[in-house]
């Protein structure tokens, strides 16, 4: 039931951020547009992909098997890589590339 409460969430603060659209500042001169952002890891996108799913750092770690101080870094690591600073913008840019 929690689950379920999560995604609705998710879905509804990803309606009301899709108007305030998050994009990563234009690269620099020289540099093709599809390097601004960096390859996130295969663990990376886990934490990612649970972040847009709506769970708590503390479920992503139990899912994950690592500790919760592991998951904020992967996060940190994420965040600085696809230009965000929250996991809202985060799930968000996920959707967004999702489409």
Request: glycine share 4%; no cysteine.
């Amino acid at each position: 039931m929690r689950v379920a409460v999560l995604e609705r969430y998710v879905e509804e603060l990803t309606k009301v951020l899709a108007d305030h659209a998050i994009t990563p500042p234009p690269p620099p001169p020289g540099l093709r547009a599809d390097a601004r952002v960096e390859v996130l890891s295969e663990r990376e996108q886990e934490v990612l992909t649970l972040v847009a799913k709506g769970l708590p750092n503390a479920r992503i770690a139990s899912e994950l098997y690592v500790g919760v101080d592991t998951v904020k870094t992967h996060l940190q690591r994420v965040y600085r890589k696809i230009g965000v600073h929250n996991r809202a913008q985060a799930a968000v840019w996920y959707f967004s590339q999702a489409a």
